[in-house]
């Protein structure tokens, strides 16, 4: 089993910064991506960001203005979150896709996620 444990969010006012941090662990044999996703109240959940052997895409709405970044030996997956709007506002869950190192098999894995509050 792999799991993913969230960090870093919390309550920010508008233009500030928060970093989120992602962990994964368990029966990993090789992660094949991380990212970012968040959903918002009465909203469906959206990509934020993810990172795909070295290729990143990200949110029109939140280039310029978040990074993500991997420590591929740490097996974690940062963002950064500068400039914060309120619509910003959401629970954020890290994605994982991870060929497990047993029983085998590529899979998608999800954290609990975190809120990410950001007020005005």
């Known amino acids: 089993q792999v799991q993913l444990v969230e960090s870093g969010g919390g309550l920010v006012q508008a233009g500030g910064s928060l970093t989120l941090s992602c962990a994964a662990s368990?029966?990993?044999?090789?992660?094949?991506?991380m990212g970012w996703f968040r959903q918002a109240p009465g909203k469906q959940r959206e990509l934020v960001a993810v990172?795909?052997?070295?290729?990143?895409n990200y949110a029109d709405s939140v280039k310029g203005r978040f990074t993500i970044s991997r420590d591929n030996a740490q097996n974690t997956v940062y963002l950064r979150m500068n400039t914060l709007k309120v619509e910003d506002t959401g629970i954020y869950y890290c994605?994982?896709?991870?060929?497990?190192?047993?029983?085998?098999?590529?899979?998608?894995?999800w954290g609990k996620g975190i809120l990410v509050t950001v007020s005005s």
């Open positions: 368990g029966t990993i044999f090789r992660i094949n991506a």
């Open positions: 990172t795909r052997s070295g290729v990143i």
């Open positions: 994605y994982a896709d991870v060929t497990r190192a047993w029983p085998g098999g590529d899979v998608d894995y």
